[in-house]
């Protein structure tokens, strides 16, 4: 018999549990994508283009397929959970870069997560009562937690209800503003209109915008860290993909065009539930507060989907060796990364202070943008490596040209605010300080020219 500290008598690492069909996938991406970028931050994006909201959304879609052809090729080739740790490690084999890679990741869906945590207790719910913000976003985040907790059928079971939900939001958005153009309503000349006075010029006014913009499609890099809750990840996730992003980004098209139709670009810029705004002015008698009620529980989904990504994202690093694997541990009675929810959960509710909505998600799509020029190289960089199996491959110059778009938009030249390079500085020295204590822990137990290690 072999004895309790032996190697093998050592216990097996709990597989998560494949719960996630093509349906429920297509779903959980929909879902992702659609929520606090066009429920919260249309107005935000407004402010920075003007009347002709609709232009940015379109943009940021043509530059989202461009990426999710590299995820695509990737997810199918390395159907594991990481993501683009996993995809930075294999290709440039540094393990000091993965981390950083994967911390941003992580950081992104919690700056995320604060957003809509943030944008739940604004004017939305100013329809019913007034809590501080802040309050009501850690009391949520805990609310998320622990239906994350519970399970990933549940979590995403939960998803498919709050995205019915949302969805229906939008619809009724779109509804309006077909209603709005068979009476004559609203204002057409707004759709041209491009505010390019203080961003110095139309073509800063729509990289400004489109940055911003492109915080609401960026839920393709959350559903490929769910990759080892799939059922055959290779065949399901290129049509939900695809067919995710242009559902997504039809609506929001959709809605954008119908918010500038009936609101000014500057009323809707000074309200956190922009939406609310267009129903209001959209001459139907359509309930303010049941629109309220939809909007929060479609932020409420943003949320909970983010904090899904980054608790696996830790569980896929703690399993890669890039960080301690206690991180990794998995109850084995709801088949779920315990540890990992409750260290995302902890940062979510630190970082709920430190901005509005605004920052906090141009923060998520700076380092988002950042992350998707790394994958596009390292979806080039890995063509090298064959696998035995079958697997989507992108057209070789769409990944060049989402790598060098994806890198103008991370740049200074969209006039995005200092404080959210230093929030996203900060966020990524807090990462630099993990991986020295992980290093230093790891040369002690294994000696001086140790680091962390992660496999390929």
Known sequence: MTSPTSPTAAAEPVPLKRAIGPKLLVL????????TGVYALTGAVAGRVGGALWLPFLVGFFIAVLTAMSYVELV?????????????QRAFKVPFFTFMVAFAVMCSGLTSASAASLAIGGDYLGEFVTIPAAVVGVIFIIAVALLNYRGVSES?????????VEVSGLVIIIGIGVYAL????GEPSRLVHIESGEAGGLMFALLGSTALAFFAFVGFEDSVNMAEECTDPSRNFPRAIFLGVAITSTVYILVAITSSLLVDHRVLAESSGPLLEVVKAGGISFPPQVFAAIAIFALSNTALINMMMASRLVYGLANEKVVPK???????RRRTPVIGIVFTTLLAIGLISTGGIEGLGDTTAFLLLCVFTVVNI??????????????????????VIGAVLALVLASPLTGRPVEVYARAGVLLAIGLALWAVNWLVIRRRQGPATEPAVRD
């Open 28 to 35: 959980f991406i929909v879902g992702d994508i659609l929520g």
């Open 378 to 399: 390292a979806v080039l960089v890995l063509r090298r490596d064959r696998v035995e199996h079958a697997h989507y491959r992108a057209p070789t110059a769409l990944p």
């Open 76 to 88: 199918t080739k390395y159907p594991q959970a990481a993501g683009a740790a996993l995809y930075t």
């Open 182 to 185: 068979v009476n004559g309503l």
């Open 326 to 332: 206690g991180l990794g541990w998995v109850d084995p």
């Open 156 to 164: 995403v079971r939960t998803n498919i209800v709050l995205t019915i």
